[in-house]
């Protein structure tokens, strides 16, 4: 009850900062808008053999990656704005407080949930006026997947801006870790394209299984074995990153 | 007593270069803090005040030693002592882009207030430090003087017992800074302690009831500032030599000249380029100060008197000056 309480106080503070400036929320869906309508036109070709003849099928294999692309970077880069409070004495102020240190967590993180939740909403109004067609049932549950997967990544930037506190050392760290992710999960193309081998190594990545999962969700194939796998992975991924991260925010700040 | 520490201790991993060194930050500090009283923690920089303010706010574990703070024990039940105590940071507490208002009605919510009440406490604290006019401006476009006052607005808004200010006026103009002394003065009269660091000596001396002196750690010297002050007996004479730049061998022969004299105590090699010496009465001490140096052929620049400042106390007990550390 309490928990509920101070994540609700958390959450409304930073929500309420965000909204003052919506121009962020753009700013966002800026890339992806560009991934869109410049990139996607190019996949009609190439996505050919995996059957994607029109539009309406290239969209559905291309449109989840890159909703799970936005929800990746949107978590990762998340630390930046906590380092920013850090700095600011913000987050000194909360902690002398007797407020949950798990809701200093989960207030930030499920803000920047529900801001992915409203750029993927965008970028999905966009992509249907292009010519995606999806079912809002299996809609949803792909965004329950985006929103896994935010909390997860958002909850390991914040964690680990707890830890190297600066953002020149999270900004190499962050990129490190993102694009091997975003290269071995499939996202701009399937890895069906890809050698064996690749495959291989990326069965490994958590991600790739949310992308397919998500791309079955899209194609209305809610049979296929990838959306709970994939909702399975994200979802225990992100609850062992909330764990981790909220502990950064209990311990000692110097 | 309100706050009462034994033995408190930290040390820190210090991670530069290969070697892990162990940096005794505080080391072994006993306290005690009576209730209602404005209590000074003076030092220089790096004596390990901020470390005991922070253990104290429970926002470090102490690694050994034990305390209560307002009757609750700090190691054991550290959320009980954060409900009864506030702290304000040095450097700051609130975001830019916040108004003040919304800053006092968060903080009183992270308190567990509800929200009608937080927003009353809100309004009170605000025209109690008279913030009325800024209220609904973001917090960046106050003067220091303003978000200071802010601040410790935000430390006291759950009403605690103890609040715990970290050099509450360092970078303040002169104004900003009698302007806060009266705001902490205040904060006594409706009851609360108030425990501060300060690096100001001035600020020690008018403000606070009760001092303690800390270097290097340790607790070094602990009353009020008069009685530290007449814990040296006597007077100081500082004794300005050569033609105004430091000799120091000017200053070597003067001091082994002097240190004979029986009604010299004790004295110290000035950094300005003289010789500061402790002495019973200096009245009495001038003539034959100047008759020494004169006999001696040491040319003299200045001569001065004074009662024991605490940075006299301060040079006694570390044997250097606050200024010069």
């Given at each position: 009850m309490k928990l509920a309480r101070d994540t609700w106080i958390i959450f409304a503070r930073q929500l309420g900062l965000l909204v003052r400036q919506p121009v962020w929320i753009f700013v966002g869906v800026f890339q992806p808008v560009m991934y869109l309508l410049l990139f996607a036109p190019l996949l009609k070709s190439a996505l050919a053999p995996m059957g994607a003849t029109t539009d309406e099928a290239t969209y559905r294999i291309f449109v989840p990656g890159l909703l799970v692309l936005l929800a990746i970077f949107g978590g990762l880069f998340q630390g930046f704005g906590l380092i920013a409070e850090l700095r600011a004495g913000v987050l000194e102020r909360s902690r002398v407080t007797p407020i949950s240190r798990l809701a200093l967590l989960l207030g930030r993180s499920l803000r920047d949930v529900v801001s992915l939740i409203a750029q993927a909403v965008i970028i999905t109004l966009l992509a249907l006026v292009f010519g995606l067609r999806v079912q809002l049932g299996y809609l949803l549950l792909a965004y329950m997947m985006l929103a896994l997967i935010a909390l997860m990544t958002s909850a390991v930037s914040y964690g680990v801006a707890l830890k190297v506190k600066s953002e020149d050392a999270l900004a190499p760290l962050m990129n490190t870790v993102a694009q091997p992710v975003l290269l071995l999960s499939g996202i701009l193309l399937p890895l069906l394209l890809a050698p064996a081998w690749l495959r291989t190594v990326a069965k490994w990545n958590p991600f790739s299984w949310a992308v397919d999962g998500t791309r079955a969700l899209f194609a209305g194939d809610l049979s296929n074995d990838k959306v709970w796998q994939g909702l399975a992975i994200t979802g225990l991924l992100a609850i062992l990153s909330v764990i981790w991260a909220a502990r950064q925010f209990a311990r000692s700040i110097r | 007593m309100i706050i009462e520490t034994k033995g408190l201790r930290k040390s820190f991993r210090s991670r530069d270069g290969k070697d892990k060194a162990k940096v005794d930050a505080v080391r072994g500090v006993d306290l005690e803090v009576a209730e209602g009283e404005i209590f000074g923690f003076i030092g220089p920089n790096g004596a390990g005040k901020t470390t005991t303010l922070r253990m104290l706010a429970t926002l470090m574990t102490p690694d050994g030693g034990s305390a209560t703070v307002a009757g609750v024990d700090l190691r054991t039940q550290p959320g009980d002592v954060r409900r009864r105590i506030g702290y304000v940071a040095q450097g700051g507490s609130t975001w830019?882009?916040?108004?003040a208002r919304e800053e006092l009605v968060l903080q009183g919510r992270m308190y567990g207030l509800s929200r009608s009440v937080s927003q009353q406490r809100a309004t009170a604290a605000l025209d109690a430090f008279q913030l009325t006019e800024y209220a609904d401006r973001k917090c960046k476009t106050y003067s220091g003087g303003q978000r200071r006052r802010v601040d410790i607005a935000l430390g006291i808004i759950h009403q605690p017992k103890v609040v715990f200010l970290d050099e509450p006026t360092s970078g303040l103009d002169p104004q900003s800074r009698a302007h806060m002394w009266d705001e902490i003065r205040r904060l006594r009269s409706e009851g609360m302690t108030v425990f501060l660091t300060t690096h100001y000596l001035d600020e020690a001396d008018v403000l606070c009831d009760r001092i303690s002196i800390m270097d290097h750690g340790q607790v070094v010297a602990e009353g009020t500032p008069d009685e530290l002050k007449h814990e040296i007996s006597g007077d100081v004479v500082f004794v300005g030599l050569g033609s105004g730049t430091p000799d120091p061998a000017l200053a070597a022969d003067a001091a082994k000249l002097l240190d004979r004299e029986p009604f010299v105590h004790r004295l110290e090699v000035a950094q300005e380029g003289g010789l500061r010496l402790f002495v019973t009465d200096g009245g009495t001490a001038i003539p034959l100060i100047l008759r020494a140096l004169d006999g001696a052929g040491i040319a003299l620049r200045t001569i001065e008197l004074h009662r024991p400042s605490l940075d006299d106390v301060f040079l006694t007990k570390t044997g250097r000056s606050l200024r010069e550390s």
């Open positions: - | 830019d882009e916040s108004t």
